[in-house]
């Protein structure tokens, strides 16, 4: 069963997907944004897009929707920060891509395409890398460097 809504103070941001939030009986949660997808730490415009999410949410108040959990036990959700929506945010700044195997929201696809057009954040590479394929690229190169090792 999922947390209803909740609020928390922003304390950390690990990329420019994922945030730490502080509730106020002092619980620390890992969120990761819903819906979106944010370029890798090595990949360009990694960071930037966590220096972005830094700006909408780093210690302010956040209202917090979960909505699932991950894989690596994170709470997936979408995320307020002083009453922004920080998922739709990063799209919009063309910082993050919509994740489409999880995106529900058709305003994310709206707002990736004028990133898109105007160029925004990652929008402004020639052919910018989507993270799904960054990290698919990458296993595959790893995978082949443990067979020759």
Not at 17 to 45: C, G, H, M, N, S
Not at 55 to 65: H, N, P, R, S, Y
Request: with cysteine; net charge positive.
């Amino acid at each position: 069963m999922l947390l209803a809504a909740f609020l928390a103070t922003v304390i950390g941001i690990s990329d420019g997907d994922t945030l730490t939030v502080l509730t106020p009986d002092k619980q620390q949660i890992k969120i990761r944004l819903a819906e979106i997808d944010a370029p890798e730490k090595r990949q360009a415009f990694g960071t930037r897009s966590k220096q972005s999410l830094s700006d909408l949410c780093f210690g302010k108040q956040a209202e917090v929707k979960p909505q699932a959990k991950d894989r690596y036990k994170r709470t997936v959700a979408r995320i307020k920060c002083d009453g922004v929506d920080a998922n739709a945010e990063q799209v919009s700044r063309g910082m993050a891509w919509v994740y489409r195997q999880y995106a529900k929201d058709h305003d994310l696809y709206v707002l990736e395409h004028g990133a898109k057009v105007e160029k925004r954040g990652l929008w402004s590479e020639p052919s910018p890398i989507p993270p799904w394929e960054f990290r698919k690229m990458r296993r595959h190169t790893l995978s082949r460097v443990v067979q020759y090792v």
